[in-house]
Structure formats: structure tokens, C-alpha cells
């Protein structure tokens, strides 16, 4: 999947708590795009990433500042937990992936909300019992 810099919200270092029993911080090249977090295990972004969608995305939880470094957890929709953290020092990704996630939420209501009322116009049964009902 080829993104073009227009679609890139971010892009940078994350480190990652991995799922192992020593759960070790190990350093990843993070693209954050309008509709997915991509993760490369390389600086260079040769291997194949591992994409997370943000429609599969709940929400970012556990935001907490130590020393030099911020830590936060991505929720999924399945209750899956991820570990994250970035240097304090720079433009922090949890508040990035957050925003990211906000738009997402609301151009996916937004749609839903078009969908819905095109389907209730292209009915004309429709129309007429909400005349029906009408004082």
C-alpha cells in the first residue's frame, strides 16, 4: 500500500511492549494515517507492516507521564491491549492517534447518518406514514 504524504498524520518512533513473557521495549517506525497505524519492525520501513485500522480501535487509555518518557495503552475493539511509549520531548503520538481516532468516529457518524436518511428518502412508504403520524 503506497501513501502519499497528504494521507501521513504522523510518522516517527514508537516503542512497543511486546507480548512475551519479559515484555521488552523494542523500537518501531510508526506511519499514522486518516484510517490506520501502520507499525514497521525496521527504521527503514523494508519489512511488511503490521497494520492497525482505527475502525478496530476502542479507544487510547492509560496516558501517564514518567521521567522522560509518556506511556499509553490502544484499546481494541476486542479488548485487546497494546503498550506504547514515546519521549516526553516530542510531539506525544497518544494525543495524535487520539485525534486521528475522534475523525474517524465522526466521518464514519456522519456517513452512517447520510446512508440512513438516503435509505429512508429512496422509500416512498416512508414518507407517507411519517405524514401519517405528523399533528
Not at 523500537?27 to 486518516?34: M, Q
Not at 527503514?44 to 501517564?64: F, G, H, N, P
Not at 475522534?102 to 429512508?120: C, G, M, P, S, V
Amino acid at each position: 500500500m503506497k501513501m502519499t504524504a497528504a494521507e501521513i498524520l504522523k510518522e516517527g518512533e514508537l516503542e512497543k511492549r511486546s507480548d512475551n513473557l519479559l515484555q521488552f521495549w523494542k523500537r518501531k517506525t510508526c506511519v499514522l494515517t486518516a484510517d490506520s497505524l501502520n507499525i514497521y519492525p525496521d527504521t527503514q520501513k523494508r519489512s511488511k507492516a503490521k497494520e492497525l485500522k482505527l475502525q478496530s480501535i476502542k479507544k487510547v487509555d492509560c496516558v501517564e507521564r514518567t521521567g522522560k518518557f509518556v506511556y499509553f495503552t490502544i484499546v481494541t475493539t476486542d479488548n485487546k491491549e497494546i503498550d506504547f511509549r514515546c519521549s516526553g520531548e516530542e510531539n506525544c503520538w497518544n494525543a495524535v492517534i487520539t485525534m486521528a481516532l475522534i475523525d474517524y468516529q465522526n466521518r464514519k457518524a456522519i456517513q452512517d447518518f447520510k446512508t440512513r436518511q438516503d435509505n429512508e428518502s429512496a422509500s416512498p412508504g416512508q414518507q407517507e406514514r411519517r405524514m401519517a403520524r405528523a399533528p
